[in-house]
């Protein structure tokens, strides 16, 4: 994906990648983490309009520190993740409640399906789709996915 994101994002928009190596694995439909990751780099690229750094990480997280954060949202159990970390402007406070909300929309055109297709499809492969604002500036998403044992073989 990284050459069409680089395409997609233009030259004012650094992308660095930090891929976990040998990657951590989940089974998942590639066309469609495709796509989530897509919008949510158009939508970093929108949120940076004199351009910026777009980062995409994967790592595993395991057991061990899903009991050790003690989440209420992920049941204890080993998870390939993925986040995206954009230097943007941010998500406004009063924005947050509604950001993964069909039809919503901040932008002049568009639909406003971006990020309520990316948890869709996240939760359609057992996974979760969370953000955090950062501070002063720019949003983190994080993709959690149930590991698999090994990758799949074509």
Known sequence: M?????????????IELDLERPGPCARVDPSHIDQALMNLAVNARDAMPRGGKLTIQTYAVTSAEVRKIGSDILPVADYTALSVTDTGTGIQ?????????????TKDEGMGLGLSLCRTVVEQH??????APQQPHGTVFFFTLPAAETAATL
């Not at 057992?126 to 953000?131: A, S, Y």
């Open 93 to 105: 406070q009063e924005l947050l409640t509604k950001i993964f909300d069909p039809f919503f929309t």
């Open 126 to 131: 057992g996974g979760t789709l969370r953000f």
């Open 2 to 14: 990284a050459p069409l994101l680089t395409r997609l994002l233009g030259r004012r928009v650094l």
